[in-house]
């Protein structure tokens, strides 16, 4: 299946949906990428989804002068309806984007960023209504500590708690609950089994509304 047709059918469903279907395929942590929060079009804002695939930028610190260095900005080569994910190197102190790389990236047509450390000019990028999540905010811009090196790589999210990684053309949802990297190789499996999942739950729904209880509607219509 085409990658925009799995976006199209992706958009109807939620993080947490996305994640239960990956548990349901047993990933244990349902491609839930930790600590990452919206901040614009407005803080954790009802209603603001991103769903695309990836394109990754790796970031590295200045005084690595062995890494790569990419020819122009990472920024003018964003394909269309992707969801840019940006690697910063760890301390987060520094801001590793700002308002101007919004403006470009919402020409381009990217379906939002997702960055993996620190954002700068919110009320820009807000201005802009440009879906975005990041690890924190910042004042000072990511120069004089680091620099984009690789576009189109393997990325690990910047995690003591586990192991995490962003492959080019994974894709990600993000919503208020959070933020899932589904891996292009299960998504047609997820796609397989998440309605079914949703489906289910709304029928446990409905039997609380009617009184009965948790287990007893868990156990008639969550499957193991």
């Not at 960055?115 to 802009?128: A, P, W, Y």
């Not at 879906?131 to 984009?148: D, E, I």
């Not at 999942?197 to 209880?213: F, H, L, P």
Request: charged share 25%; hydrophobic share 40%; with cysteine.
């Amino acid at each position: 299946m085409a990658s925009s047709a799995i976006t199209q059918r992706l958009k109807q469903w939620t993080s947490c949906d996305i994640a239960d279907g990956l548990v349901k395929l047993s990933q244990p942590h349902g491609g839930f990428l930790d600590g990452l929060t919206m901040y614009s079009p407005q803080y954790q804002s009802e209603g603001i989804k991103i769903v695309g695939p990836a394109y990754t930028v790796k970031f590295v610190p200045k005084a690595d002068t062995n890494a790569p260095k990419p020819k122009g900005n990472y920024i003018d080569s964003i394909p269309k309806d992707a969801v840019v994910f940006i690697s910063q190197p760890q301390p987060h102190i520094n801001a590793v984007y700002g308002g101007l790389m919004s403006l470009r990236a919402q020409h381009l047509g990217a379906a939002g960023v997702i960055i993996d450390g620190k954002v700068r000019d919110l009320q820009e990028h807000r201005n802009l209504n440009f879906p975005l999540f990041a690890k924190g905010v910042g004042t000072t811009a990511g120069g004089p500590v680091c620099r984009p090196s690789e576009v189109d790589v393997p990325v690990k999210l910047n995690s003591d708690a586990y192991e995490a990684w962003v492959n080019p053309g994974d894709y990600i949802i993000a919503d208020i609950d959070g933020v899932v990297c589904l891996p292009k190789e299960l998504a047609e499996d997820v796609l397989g089994v998440v309605e079914s999942i949703v489906r289910a739950d709304e029928k446990c729904a409905e039997g609380i509304r009617e009184g009965r209880s948790v287990e007893d509607v868990f156990k008639e219509f969550r499957k193991p």
